[in-house]
């Protein structure tokens, strides 16, 4: 595989030109350009419409793997409410796993397929599923209830990702359940080896991983909130915790006694499919009264009767509701949202009008419909703290989708070009790419998409193998109307990125650089060179944050 820095070489003029524009970037240089024109390729004007076309493709980024033209106008015609039901209404689409449903692991070549598959069938997912709204909810599900393919193989993380699409708009008790039922989340956090020490089992010790992460990363955190997100402090100061080791080691109790449903086989994957089931042997399960968070656990019960017990405990606590609500926005639309913002949605968590508690369908519509998120739908009526930086795989399906393309680019051998900083269901661990918690350097603003910017990856946004890879890709990608555009003029091509991946506000002073910047882009043609100088606008701030 050609090392990026080899291939960025040629590409090092746009590298200034980048850094300028973020050292511009100021209050007046994020206004848009007074004045686009239409060009070859750009969708036809809706009807009228309450919804505008920056409003909907702004829309688009908050819900969606990126703005398409067929996407935006589907918004504008439905309305975000709308649009929303409709997505609601949608079947579930999955992967296919079948191809990899039997191989052996320990054969490199066998499993370096399985792997090259996995990878492509879920970019491919990001790119084309038709429910965008369902696999975005999914995409940001992962990265804070966490699995990962370096542990769990590629089938694992396969069934992982149809498992979080069936369950996105499920209710969140619902999900709590699943979960911890789910046989890859068993395999990850080790629930599978959860056993009491006992006179039938003096070899069994309780595996406490699941318990912990359950509560401090997918359910409450480590310290006490308000309904705002604000952490609840003691009289000295300090924030409140909301478990203890004690806790961590009853709730393991609770949770020992699961197992695969059926036999064990290596090198059939099918055990990813069907959820654990309570251990007939009564010794996997400690049936000894138990504490947790100041409830009571009686001695004697079942697993999964315990189950139950927890979910109802985790469900009425009162930071699960601004825990999840957090974490949801900031996927969604903005890194650091306001407190009130924060309330107003673990209100719908709490109770969704009809007394449910973690109705998903309801929060969703709490997020992507209150007047923070779509203040920004009029341009420059926001502030400039608002929004999310576009996170890695967010970039990159942002500039696939742009282009019409239905599967990732490859490298010349057929392999899927991935993007290096951010693997989808592949963290480096249970805590994700980056924590929620995560802030701008020097600030005490949320940022935690920042972590993954790094000099790297800006290098990989500029890289040479991209336009490559779109030549490659051939007619699984629109680049002609690019291509031509760029053929046609300067301005004709500016135009065609500001409506494509701009909103049709592109800032006056990016329009005016992609012009003086065109005679001199690297290509060998003009699809080449239209790509290259599309990597060189999408590198810059103005797209890099999503507002």
């Known amino acids: 595989m050609p090392s990026i820095s080899r291939l960025s070489r040629k590409r090092a003029w746009l590298l200034p030109a980048v850094l300028l524009l973020a050292a511009g970037c100021s209050r007046d240089a994020d206004q848009p350009a007074e004045h686009f024109s239409a060009s070859a390729g750009q969708v036809k004007p809706v009807a009228s419409s309450p919804v505008t076309r920056y409003a909907a493709a702004r829309f688009?980024?908050?819900?969606?793997?990126?703005?398409?033209?067929?996407?935006?106008?589907d918004i504008q015609a439905k309305g975000f409410e709308r649009w929303i039901d409709a997505q609601y209404a949608m079947p579930v689409s999955r992967i296919d796993t079948s191809p990899i449903v039997n191989y052996d692991s320990q054969i490199p070549a066998l499993s370096d397929k399985a792997y090259r598959y996995a990878t492509g069938q879920l970019y491919t997912s990001l790119l084309t599923a038709p429910d965008q709204l369902r696999r975005r909810v999914?995409?940001?599900?992962?990265?804070?209830i966490v699995t990962a393919m370096n542990k769990i193989e590629p089938y694992g993380s396969l069934a992982w990702s149809n498992f979080l699409q069936q369950h996105a708009f499920s209710n969140y008790g619902d999900l709590i359940r699943a979960v911890t039922t789910n046989p890859t989340m068993g395999f990850y956090l080790d629930n599978l080896q959860n056993r009491p020490t006992s006179d039938e089992c003096k070899w069994c010790s309780p595996n406490e991983n699941y318990a912990r992460e359950l509560m401090q990363l997918f359910t409450l955190g480590v310290a006490k909130l308000n309904i705002d997100g604000t952490l609840q402090r003691d009289a000295a100061g300090k924030p409140v915790e909301t478990y203890?080791?004690?806790?961590?080691?009853?709730?393991?109790?609770?949770?020992?006694?699961?197992?695969?449903?059926?036999?064990?086989?290596?090198?059939?994957?099918r055990r990813h499919d069907k959820p654990l089931v309570p251990d007939t042997w009564r010794a996997a399960h400690d049936r000894g009264a138990k504490l947790v968070l100041g409830r009571s656990f009686p001695a004697g019960v079942e697993a999964g009767q315990e189950l139950e017990t927890i979910v109802s405990l985790l469900m009425s606590h009162q930071n699960?509701?601004?825990?999840?609500?957090?974490?949801?926005?900031?996927?969604?639309?903005?890194?650091?949202?306001s407190p009130a913002y924060i309330a107003r949605v673990a209100t719908?968590?709490?109770?969704?009008?009809?007394?449910?508690?973690?109705?998903?369908?309801?929060?969703?519509?709490?997020?992507?419909?209150?007047?923070?998120?779509?203040?920004?739908?009029?341009?420059?009526?926001?502030?400039v703290q608002f929004g999310k930086m576009r996170e890695p795989v967010l970039w990159y399906t942002g500039l696939l989708r742009g282009l019409g393309c239905k599967d990732p680019l490859q490298w010349e051998n057929n392999n899927g070009l991935m993007v290096p900083a951010q693997r989808p269901f592949d963290p480096a661990s249970v805590f994700s790419f980056y924590m929620p918690t995560d802030r701008a350097p020097g600030s005490n603003l949320l940022a935690p998409e920042q972590r993954l910017l790094t000099a790297e990856d800006l290098s990989w946004r500029l890289a040479s193998f991209v336009p490559e890879g779109v030549k490659r890709a051939g007619a699984a990608c629109d680049a002609g109307a690019f291509g031509r555009a760029y053929s046609n003029s300067p301005a004709a091509f500016a135009d065609l990125v500001n409506e494509r991946y701009f909103r049709g506000a592109m800032p006056a002073t990016l329009r005016q650089n992609l012009i003086e910047l065109a005679p001199t882009t690297w290509g060998n043609t003009p699809d080449q060179k239209a790509i290259s100088?599309?990597?060189?606008?999408?590198a810059t701030p103005y797209y890099g944050v999503i507002r």
């Open 348 to 383: 719908v968590f709490r109770n969704n009008g009809q007394g449910v508690a973690g109705d998903m369908k309801a929060v969703m519509k709490a997020i992507l419909l209150d007047p923070e998120a779509r203040r920004g739908d009029q341009p420059g009526a926001d502030t």
């Open 320 to 337: 699960i509701a601004p825990f999840v609500s957090l974490r949801l926005i900031q996927h969604h639309v903005t890194s650091d949202p």
């Open 533 to 538: 100088l599309l990597q060189y606008a999408l």
């Open 60 to 73: 688009a980024d908050q819900v969606s793997f990126g703005a398409t033209p067929e996407l935006v106008a």
């Open 138 to 144: 999914s995409w940001s599900l992962s990265q804070f």
């Open 244 to 269: 203890s080791q004690k806790d961590v080691e009853e709730l393991a109790r609770a949770l020992t006694g699961w197992r695969i449903d059926g036999d064990f086989d290596r090198t059939d994957f």
